[in-house]
């Protein structure tokens, strides 16, 4: 094996150094969706002599073959010697230079790398060179008027009651769970059995699964609503009945779209106690709790209204988008949609327990949700265009700053996280997407309407039909659950 079998097209182009005379291509391109291309392309024998004949020039001062001095041996044993290893250097530049002019050259905007098969293609002895190559890019649509729209968005007022939950909730003092006898009641935490039917027969077990007894329990496959209500007054021995509606996208068509009998055995309740603090002073509520607790929930407040007229905009700006996409555009959107979106969540003071309930909301509904995010992020990126908006080094640093300060931690290893992470662009195009969205809401006539909290969700990991769990899909955050005063704590 060559040396640069090891290496791939661009390391290979990279190192050959490429000819930027412009090739003399036959470019053939069929349109198979609305995002997808197949592209064919014919490279002219001239352009392949071109490249051999610079390599070879490159090559002879260096050239060493047996019984000559280095660099002096005949140009035609030097081509024979080494035609396999040049050719490898000239099929990577070739590759490279082509597909460069073609997507440069072509009416299409591409959103992927070109999928081909680098070792399957052979530079022939004598002729043209062609080969082919599948593309995602960006589809061609008719913008949709997004200036004067009408919307509504959520006051910001945080009530008293609220205050006042939120208050016991972070100030209350610190809490051991207690076994107790008695019925279980909203805010009691319970293992539990999860036994799952389908059909009449059983397709999951989930045992020993402890869960806060919330009003919505949140599984990758559908949601135990009205949880807390159900479980009221049970007691450990005792059980309760749910049916959840299967999301209609899962990989088992034979349990897609069916109800789900799930039988909740409860195992034993345990209801939080304050325990006495030893210096009663110290552990007293700052002076400032009533405004920070405001302020972390007015930046859910903001999340949820934020949310809410994003919806808005988006059925209106995608009711006419009908452009098909394809599904391993869609199946790698996904993660960068949940990437965008932990990181929104994050930046707008939400826990793990939060973020992990949305994650499975998302994937109840993959490639619906998916589609009208993806068919939204190319309007919004056309209106960036057209309008010039670009992102900034302060959106970045604000961006950060607010994430480091949900997870009390400091702005520089948070970058340096997302960064480890890959998850940069992710932060760009939440920035992007943002300014543009303002820009809508700003040409917009808005109308403003009270804000109802949403029920209190947990996300659970485990599977509702005996998949695999879903992983680490959502990095933990170093989150205690209390407000934050925004002041970063610098971890040597």
């Avoid at 599948?134 to 009651?161: C, H, N, Q």
């Avoid at 799952?196 to 397709?203: A, I, L, R, Y």
């Avoid at 920035?431 to 804000?451: D, G, H, N, W, Y």
Wanted: net charge negative; hydrophobic share 35%; proline share 5%.
């Amino acid at each position: 094996m060559s040396q640069t079998d090891e290496l791939s097209p661009e390391e290979i182009a990279e190192a050959a150094g490429s000819d930027k005379t412009p090739l003399k291509l036959d470019v053939k391109v069929e349109v198979k969706s609305a995002c997808e291309r197949h592209v064919t392309v014919t490279v002219s024998e001239e352009d392949i002599n071109r490249y051999f004949q610079k390599q070879f020039d490159d090559l002879m001062p260096e050239a060493s073959v047996p019984g000559f001095r280095k660099g002096r041996a005949p140009r035609k044993l030097v081509e024979k010697r080494y035609r396999e290893t040049v050719g490898d250097q000239v099929k990577g530049s070739l590759l490279l230079d082509s597909i460069t002019q073609v997507t440069d050259d072509q009416e299409f905007s591409a959103i992927s790398e070109p999928d081909f098969d680098f070792e399957a293609i052979k530079i022939p002895d004598s002729g043209a060179l062609t080969y082919e190559f599948d593309i995602e890019v960006r589809p061609e649509f008719e913008m949709p008027t997004w200036k004067g729209l009408e919307l509504k968005r959520y006051s910001d007022e945080v009530p008293a009651a609220v205050v006042e939950q939120y208050r016991a909730k972070y100030f209350g003092g610190d809490t051991v769970m207690v076994p107790v006898e008695d019925g279980v009641k909203a805010g009691d935490q319970v293992a539990a059995t999860f036994t799952v039917s389908v059909d009449g027969k059983q397709v999951a077990k989930i045992e020993d699964q402890t869960v806060n007894v919330v009003d919505t329990l949140s599984f990758p496959e559908g949601d135990l609503t009205d949880f807390a209500k159900t479980v009221a007054g049970a007691k450990a021995g005792e059980t309760r009945e749910f049916t959840v509606k299967l999301s209609a996208e899962l990989e088992n068509a034979d349990l897609a779209d069916k109800e789900a009998s799930v039988v909740v055995s409860i195992l034993d309740v345990k209801r939080p106690e304050v325990v006495q603090a030893e210096d009663e002073e110290a552990a007293a509520p700052p002076e400032n709790a009533d405004d920070l607790i405001k302020s972390v929930v007015q930046r859910q407040i903001s999340y949820h209204s934020n949310r809410f007229i994003r919806d808005q905009i988006n059925e209106l700006l995608t009711e006419s988008a009908n452009w098909e996409l394809p599904p391993g555009l869609l199946k790698r959107q996904f993660r960068r949609e949940l990437e965008r979106a932990v990181l929104e969540l994050r930046s707008s003071g939400f826990d793990q327990a939060q973020i992990k309930a949305y994650e499975n909301t998302l994937r109840q509904n993959v490639m619906g949700r998916t589609r009208t995010l993806l068919q939204e992020h190319f309007i919004l990126e056309r209106i960036a265009e057209e309008e010039k908006i670009e992102d900034t080094a302060e959106d970045y640093d604000r961006e950060v700053a607010a994430i480091a300060a949900q997870q009390g931690d400091s702005p520089r290893r948070v970058r340096a996280h997302l960064e480890r992470r890959g998850q940069m662009d992710s932060l760009r195009n939440h920035i992007i997407e943002r300014k543009v969205l303002e820009l809508i809401q700003s040409a917009a006539t808005i109308t403003e309407v009270p804000f109802e909290f949403p029920p209190s969700t947990e996300g659970i990991d485990q599977s509702l039909v005996g998949q695999e769990a879903a992983g680490e899909d959502i990095p933990e955050a170093r989150y205690d659950g209390r407000p934050t005063d925004g002041k970063e704590s610098e971890t040597k």
